[in-house]
């Protein structure tokens, strides 16, 4: 499968964007999804998951409350819609598809695609 992720650019602080992930080559609804993002000189750090269906979501902890994860899959596409957005939320945002038995997934190692990353910038 092929994603390609979009959405991103130069924003406020407190200000909201959605990102979206497009899936290409195989039905989205085969794997389980997440959002990683990275800032520079950090570790690529786990945002959210969801599952095949959609029924089950993760987050990581800096994102809980804000960020809220969703998926179609008639469409085929993801999305991460991005809430009260701070400057340490500015990084390289990369969705990922795992073909894994598991509801959500939380560890970048365990994904088999990544997309390209979209970049996120938060002025204060």
């Known amino acids: 499968v092929q994603l390609q992720a979009s959405g991103g650019g130069l924003v406020q602080a407190r200000c909201s964007v959605r990102l979206s992930c497009a899936a290409s080559?195989?039905?989205?609804?085969?794997?389980?999804m997440g959002w990683f993002r990275q800032a520079p000189g950090k570790e690529r750090e786990f945002v959210s998951s969801?599952?095949?269906?959609?029924?089950?979501?993760d987050y990581g902890d800096s994102v809980k409350g804000r960020f809220t994860i969703s998926r179609d899959n008639a469409k085929n596409t993801i999305y991460l819609q991005m809430n009260g957005l701070q400057p340490e939320d500015s990084a390289v945002y990369y969705c990922?598809?795992?073909?894994?038995?598991?509801?959500?997934?939380?560890?970048?190692?365990?994904?088999?695609?990544w997309g390209q990353g979209t970049l996120v910038t938060v002025s204060s």
């Open positions: 080559g195989h039905a989205l609804s085969r794997y389980v």
């Open positions: 990922a598809a795992d073909s894994a038995m598991f509801s959500t997934v939380i560890t970048a190692g365990e994904y088999d695609y």
């Open positions: 969801i599952s095949r269906s959609g029924s089950s979501t």
